[in-house]
């Protein structure tokens, strides 16, 4: 969710609530700096276009709704990671937040790496190519399964979530003939100031071992005695959308002192830690998300400090951004189907998609801005709820925005910054089949992920 988010719950105000009036911006047309992808600007006649690509092209080819994917400013992301950490610290993607083959391949070809969480994920990541070594596996409960294919094609590592899986990964390694890297993934207890569903770090929840209490040096131990393991790190992820380093500062010091109480009791240095994901982006025109050289120095700062003091050799870094890599890449083009004023209150403008393709403001809460895409306006501001298609009042994209007043069926607007958790998290609520996504680069469109189709469907449905 974005910073300036409400708290979470249900909220039945049907006027903008009180203090959180934000006024219309000055233009209409203006793309607000950061929400947006590097290459998309307005044309003269006043049409959004990106990677070269008009909107209104890429709607009369793919159809609408579709998630419009902006490869180089992925791509430019990629890199800037990668230089901000440099050669002594690894960058993973989070496949969670979208993933498809070719995502894969540019990741691959760009220089990073790639943190899974199931055996899906895993599967799209062979298939497109990246080298086992460079995939980490993640899961509070992985099946049975999902571990034997992680050991049997050599990830590089799996991030250890319970006792229970210390024993199932060991006996796949030793069925298997082989040494699995592992980390242990500590619960720091850090509160992150995030929603609730998206912080993961705080005691009471279900992801990781705590180090308050022993739990995690408990695992150290247990794994430290396993010949087919062999632990190379601690692993730490305290949640999502997060600006504020100083979770990752608390975070960092706990992870440093476990990494000193090991040292301590075992006599071993463990060469990695991994600070995880969670880095926050610009959803609006308020949210001021950091670059990533600032992360990088942040947590470089962070780390050398605690192990200085804790007399550790600094141990090789890794993160695990995902939602900062895609996230701005992408923007969601709709079709306006009706406009529904209600005087003094606001106007409800439908458009084809809707909680389906982006569950993010239903389920967090989570804010997004949207602008008119087919053309630019001069109509004064029109205080909007964009609305989805689907059968629950619930069912918002954008819970405050303001449209020029002359928006009207068949425009096309966009919604920025839906390239993480959107697509990944789409159903096929109300039979909605889910949306394409489309890359463009250099005046190209083409499509990554094609629509599903009724048919598709159907083809499930065998009763
Ligand atoms: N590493 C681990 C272990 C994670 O669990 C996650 C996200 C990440 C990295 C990547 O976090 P990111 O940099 O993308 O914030 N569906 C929610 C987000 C759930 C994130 C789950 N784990 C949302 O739409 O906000």
Same mark, same amino acid.
């Given at each position: ?6 708290? #979470? ?8 609530? /009180? ?24 044309? #003269? ?96 409960? *992985?099946?049975? #399964?999902? %571990? ?17 899986? %210390?024993?199932? @990964? ?49 695992? @150290?131990?247990?794994?430290? *005695?396993?010949?087919? +393991? /062999? ?71 962070? !780390?050398?400090? =605690?192990?200085?003091? #804790? &007399? ?5 870094? &890794?993160? =695990? ?50 602008? +008119? ?12 709820? !964009?609305?989805?298609?689907?059968? =629950? ?33 789409? &159903? ?9 996504? !489309? ?7 083409? !499509? +990554? ?15």
């Amino acid at each position: 969710m974005s910073r300036s988010a409400h708290p #979470a719950g249900p909220r039945h105000a049907d006027v903008l609530p /009180e203090g959180h009036y934000v006024p219309p911006p000055r233009d209409l047309n203006a793309l607000a700096p950061r929400v947006w992808s590097r290459t998309v600007t307005r044309g #003269a006649d006043g049409e959004l276009t990106v990677g070269g690509v008009g909107v209104r092209r890429l709607a009369e080819e793919f159809g609408t709704p579709v998630y419009v994917l902006d490869e180089e400013d992925f791509r430019a992301r990629c890199r800037a990671w990668r230089a901000a950490f440099g050669e002594d610290a690894d960058v993973f993607y989070a496949g969670k937040a979208f993933l498809c083959r070719a995502v894969v391949r540019w990741l691959h070809e760009e220089g990073l790496n790639l943190d899974v969480c199931s055996g899906g994920e895993l599967a799209v990541a062979l298939a497109a190519g990246m080298p086992p070594e460079r995939i980490a596996l993640h899961g509070n409960n *992985k099946s049975a #399964a999902e %571990i034997e294919q992680a050991v049997s094609v050599g990830v590089g590592r799996i991030v250890l979530d319970s006792f229970e899986e %210390i024993g199932r @990964v060991a006996r796949a390694a030793e069925r298997l003939g082989r040494r699995q890297r592992v980390q242990v993934r500590a619960t720091v207890g850090v509160e992150a100031h995030t929603h609730e569903f998206i912080a993961t770090a705080h005691e009471d929840q279900k992801f990781g071992l705590a180090l308050n209490g022993g739990q995690a040096a408990e695992a @150290v131990r247990r794994v430290l *005695k396993l010949d087919s +393991l /062999e632990l190379v790190g601690v692993h730490s992820h305290i949640g999502s959308q997060i600006f504020d380093m100083a979770g990752f500062e608390v975070a960092a010091h706990r992870v440093v002192r476990l990494l000193a109480e090991v040292r301590d009791e075992h006599g071993v240095e463990l060469p990695e830690i991994d600070l995880g994901g969670g880095l926050g982006i610009a959803y609006t025109a308020e949210d001021d998300p950091r670059e990533p050289w600032e992360i990088a120095e942040a947590l470089r700062e962070i !780390v050398t400090r =605690e192990c200085a003091s #804790a &007399s550790l050799a600094v141990p090789r870094l &890794s993160v =695990e951004p995902g939602r900062a890599i895609v996230g701005p890449t992408t923007f969601t083009l709709y079709e306006v189907g009706t406009v529904k004023p209600l005087a003094g209150l606001r106007t409800y403008v439908s458009v084809d998609g809707g909680m389906s393709d982006n569950i993010r403001t239903a389920l967090y809460d989570a804010e997004y801005s949207v602008v +008119l895409a087919s053309r630019s306006s001069q109509a004064g501001p029109m205080l909007s709820r !964009v609305v989805g298609k689907h059968c =629950e009042s619930g069912d918002i994209v954008v819970r405050d925005a303001y449209l020029p007043a002359d928006v009207a069926p068949g425009d096309l607007v966009a919604v920025p910054a839906t390239g993480a958790y959107c697509r990944a998290m789409a &159903s096929n609520y109300n039979h909605v089949p889910r949306p394409p996504v !489309v890359a463009v680069r250099d005046g190209q469109a083409r !499509v +990554l992920v094609r629509r599903e189709t009724e048919e598709d469907l159907l083809r499930l449905d065998v009763g």
